[in-house]
Nanobody, 112 residues
Framework: VQLQASGGGLVQSGDSLRLSCAAS??????MAWYRQAPGKHRELVGS???????DYPDSVKGRFTISRDNPKNTVYLQLSSLQPEDSAVYYC?????????WGQGTQVTVSS
């Protein structure tokens, strides 16, 4: 499975951004987004099962929305009300046949 993430960029505080991650190779089940800021651990920011059930940490609940398009094997992350502390490299992650796969990451930078 290969994951190709896109959509990062430089935005201002309060702006929105949508990240995309397309999986190729075979169908993936759970898809998720993580982020990692400099000097910090990688943290989950949203996950979605193949049936559409979602999960978010409290830190982004209400601001980030994860969704997926199963025929396209693509997961999206809508980021809203972005703050400087949301700046990080965002990674997509997917599972398929009990194996996990990471995308290459896309940088999101939020200026104040």
């Amino acid at each position: 499975v290969q994951l190709q993430a896109s959509g990062g960029g430089l935005v201002q505080s309060g702006d929105s951004l949508r990240l995309s991650c397309a999986a190729s190779g075979r169908f993936v089940s759970t898809m998720a987004w993580y982020r990692q800021a400099p000097g910090k651990h990688r943290e989950l920011v949203g996950s979605i099962g193949s049936g559409g059930s979602t999960d978010y940490p409290d830190s982004v609940k209400g601001r980030f929305t994860i969704s997926r398009d199963n025929p396209k094997n693509t997961v999206y992350l809508q980021l809203s009300s972005l703050q400087p502390e949301d700046s990080a490299v965002y990674y997509c992650y997917a599972t398929s046949r009990n194996a996990g796969y990471w995308g290459q990451g896309t940088q999101v930078t939020v200026s104040s």
